[in-house]
């Protein structure tokens, strides 16, 4: 029984490991998710900040103001596939953590169980091998 406390015990270490790993990639994706709509944004401000300015300007200064806008659009629509995978990969190790959550848990409850039950059959053992002693009707 004391073996079966241990291996549980061992069990739910490794699953406290799993989700620890589990949250980890987690907060990883969500970060990445994160860093990739700042950049989205920032593109989408530094693309609205090219748009022409009142005054006398050159035609080469327009088309060159209207091909960085074209660059521009074309990395932040590149940038939103990427976002659309990063949520994806949030989604799945969100998914992942919740399993690895629940698997900690039920290893954790199982340590326990096994440890109770080992305690009930040590007093079992004990209360089984006490047996109370009779007095002797001479020796008072």
């Known amino acids: 029984m004391k073996s079966l406390a241990a291996q549980r015990a061992r069990i739910a270490r490794v699953r406290r490991v799993q989700h620890l790993q589990a ?4 907060a990883q994706a969500e970060s990445k998710l994160v860093q990739l709509e700042g950049n989205a944004d920032r593109l989408q401000t530094l693309r609205a900040s090219l748009s022409g300015e009142a ?4 035609g080469a200064a327009l088309g060159n103001a209207r091909e960085l806008a074209m660059r521009l659009d074309d990395v932040r629509h590149g940038l939103s596939k990427a976002i ?3 949520k994806e990969a949030v989604e799945l190790r969100s998914q992942e ?5 629940i698997a900690r848990e ?5 340590q326990v169980r096994a440890v109770a039950e080992m305690h009930k059959m040590i007093e079992e053992r004990m209360a089984a091998s006490f047996r109370p002693r009779r007095k002797e009707a001479g020796n008072d």
């Open 97 to 101: 953590r919740i399993g690895a959550h």
């Open 106 to 110: 039920s290893a954790e409850r199982l």
């Open 23 to 26: 949250v980890g990639a987690a």
């Open 84 to 86: 659309g995978s990063a």
């Open 55 to 58: 005054g006398i300007t050159s």
